[in-house]
């Protein structure tokens, strides 16, 4: 069952489109991770999502609404927390909480308490006192607090410590084990990785690969880790070889997965000690598609910036 479809989906602002055919469908019980760099296009597309803004062409649709005419209707069965929160300043985390809770028509408290104490916020603080982990803490406590057959997340761990977003994972796959479908927006690859069942990269308003993990890694290098007795001459002229490192007494490099064959016979008559391989990563199939494009200058290890 689908529960969010765009079809060629464009935004523009003036003469500049920010979205340039978007295609993106999550189903039921079905989390979809959705990377790009800052200014790529994932925000405004979810924008659209939400109906905060009108899509210049194409469809944008959730539980089979249109998301602009139907947005009031849609935000009766969604949860959405975006990378930036803002709140009533005068207002307790508790009852900005209880608030969001209610509006959505859940009465599970005691699942409120819950993640109150696993995300270790304190309810009874005003708002203009938290950090900005703690507004994230708010909103993701109201997020998963109701019973919302969707939640569109936007860079939700955005200010979080790597103990939150443990917690934060453990509530996807909570969530997932619920039925309920998620559209995540993140700049942790490996957060995707670990979370995600389909996953779509966009770039500069482009949607340029979406499947499955495994669907995508054909277009990724194995990473390999090789020691010989002999020391292997030009193996940088090997094809398919890329990335070349020495380690201790080994070499890593990675292997386009139509040449690994033809690289480890060439190996092979250098007596060969020790061999490992990796999985190749998404991380691995990120960089690729932005090697050579002024946005990899945001991109660092755990993610982008």
Excluded at 136 to 146: C, G, H, P, T
Excluded at 288 to 298: L, M, Q, W
Aim: aromatic share 6%; with cysteine.
């Amino acid at each position: 069952m689908t529960v969010l479809k765009t079809r060629n989906l464009i935004k523009r602002f003036g003469k500049f489109t920010a979205l340039d055919r978007v295609n993106i469908e999550v189903n039921k019980g079905e989390v979809y991770g959705f990377i790009g760099p800052n200014g790529a296009g994932k925000s405004t597309t979810i924008r659209v999502l939400l109906g905060i803004l009108k899509a210049s062409e194409g469809e944008a649709k959730v539980f089979g609404k249109d998301a602009w005419k139907d947005a009031v209707n849609i935000h009766k069965q969604i949860a959405y927390v975006p990378g930036d929160v803002n709140l009533w300043s005068n207002l307790t985390g508790g009852e900005v909480i209880d608030l969001f809770v209610r509006l959505r028509g859940s009465k599970n408290k005691s699942h409120r308490e819950e993640l109150i104490q696993k995300f270790d916020l304190d309810p009874t603080k005003k708002c203009k006192t938290y950090s900005k982990g703690n507004r994230q803490k708010v909103a993701l406590v109201a997020a998963f607090s109701s019973d919302a057959d969707l939640y569109i997340l936007d860079e939700p761990t955005s200010g979080l410590d790597p103990l939150m977003e443990k917690v934060f994972q453990d509530c996807i796959i909570d969530a997932k084990k619920a039925g309920k479908s998620v559209l995540l927006s993140s700049h942790i690859l490996s957060e995707v990785e670990k979370l995600c069942d389909k996953i779509g990269i966009i770039r500069q308003g482009k949607i340029i690969e979406t499947g499955t993990l495994n669907e995508l890694r054909h277009l990724t290098r194995i990473n390999l880790l090789i020691e010989t007795k002999q020391p292997i001459p030009s193996l940088i002229e090997v094809k398919g070889v890329y990335d070349i490192k020495e380690q201790d007494q080994a070499l890593s490099f990675q292997v386009d997965r139509v040449e690994l064959s033809n690289v480890i016979k060439y190996i092979s008559q250098y007596e060969v000690i020790k061999l490992e391989s990796a999985p190749p990563k998404l991380e691995d199939l990120f960089m690729r598609h932005y090697e050579g494009i002024e946005e990899t200058s945001s991109i660092g290890v755990g993610g982008i910036s």
